[in-house]
Structures are given as C-alpha cells and as structure tokens.
C-alpha cells in the first residue's frame, strides 16, 4: 500500500518558482501520481497527473524520477492567490477496484508579497 | 464545467442521531466517492461506488454505511453519529477508465457531533 508524505507547509514570495516534493516509496506499476488544490471553504481540484519523467501543463509542472518514489510539482512564478494547499494522490482505480487512492496529508503554501 | 454538489455545508447532530450526507453530480460519472478531511490526517476515503448499487469500502469505512440508487447521487450515513464523526466531508466523482481519472470534488459538509 502506497504511503506518500509531503511537507506540512512551505512559504514562498511572489515571482517565485515553488517546488513541492511527495515520497512514495511503495508505489504501485499501476499507480498514477496526481495533484490538487485546495483554497479554503472547497473541495479540491485538479492540477496535473503524470506517471513517469516530466508532464507541464499551463499551471504546473510535474516532474518523476525513473524510480518514481518521489515526485515534485513546480509552480512558476507563484502569485498571493496560489496560496493553498497542495495535495499530492498516489493510486490507481478502475471499475470495481478502489484501487489504493493515498492522498497526502498535504502542503500548506503560504505565497507572500 | 462538472458540478458537485452536497446536501448541507454545514450539520449539526447529537451523539446517536442517525445522519445522511447527500451528493449528486450532473456529469454522468459511474464512479463516486465519500472522504473525510482531517487536520494534519489528509483526505481519506471512506466508500467508493463504481456503478449504481456498487459499492467498496475504501480505508476507514467502519461506522459508515453508503448508498447509490441512482448514477448521479450517492449516499453517505451514519447509523449512530459518535463525536469522533465531526469532520469534513467530501464527495467526489470520476468517469471510468483503466488509470487514476480527475476527480471533482463538491465544496464539503462540515459535521459536528455534540
């Protein structure tokens, strides 16, 4: 079973380049690695999900070593409103097989002016 | 643009009450979930359900019961409400497929249990 832990917070200034790490190390052939966000009083949403090297879409990067025991999510130039928390899903579903689905305990980005 | 919505954002109920947390979505989702988000414990998940009358128990699903009679809505209920019960409560749907799909999440439900 998949454990993935994160950092509990990490602060940053705008204009920065934000870098979140989550270790897996028992990950799963099948499993996928996905990122969300959550802003407060909300559920969270989708950010990017990769399973192996380097997925970028127009909000972040997601980057996966060959070994895929970790994975680390870039946020470019980060602004106040990217201030959330970032959750980081390691598991696999399909019909009639919950699959593993771990989330993270989850990253507290606070983005400061 | 996918729609979650639950029944209540914010409950409050008596120890032994029994309690239904309502979820429905309008995309046409099979699969639909139940988690509870704690502080510093993350999201975990309670109940799955892959298609209207199926349903999995995900990691914690002692003291909860769900129900899926329709595609688009999807039950949870708590047989006998305990304090240890108050949390956040989220839904979430996905469409099927052979790898970890997006999940869409509804805003929540704040439980407490007095």
């Known amino acids: 079973l998949a454990k993935t832990t994160q950092p509990i917070s990490m602060d940053s200034y705008e204009g920065q380049e934000v870098n979140i790490t989550c270790s897996h190390n028992n990950i799963a052939t099948n499993d996928y690695i996905t990122w969300y966000q959550q802003f407060p009083s909300q559920g969270p949403r989708f950010i990017i999900q990769?399973?192996?090297t380097k997925v970028t879409n127009e909000v972040a990067s997601l980057f996966i070593p060959a070994d895929r025991k970790s994975s680390t999510l870039s946020l470019p130039r980060v602004s106040l409103s990217d201030t959330a928390v970032y959750y980081c899903l390691v598991g696999f579903h399909g019909s009639s097989n919950t699959g593993k689905l771990i989330f993270g305990q989850g990253t507290t980005l606070q983005v400061k002016p | 643009d996918v729609k979650v919505t639950q029944s209540s954002r914010y409950l409050v109920k008596r120890t032994g009450e029994k309690v239904f947390l309502e979820c429905v979505q309008d995309?046409?989702?099979?699969?639909m979930f139940w988690y509870r988000q704690d502080p510093g414990l993350g999201l975990r998940l309670i109940y799955f359900s892959y298609d209207v009358k199926m349903k999995e128990k995900g990691d914690i699903p002692e003291g909860y019961s769900v129900s899926r009679e329709k595609k688009e809505r999807f039950s949870l209920i708590l047989e006998s409400a305990s304090t240890n019960q108050t949390s956040m409560y989220l839904c979430a749907s996905s469409s099927s497929g052979s790898r970890t799909d997006t999940q869409y999440f509804g805003p929540g439900t704040r439980l407490t249990v007095l």
């Open positions: 990769g399973y192996k």
């Open positions: 995309m046409d989702h099979e699969n």
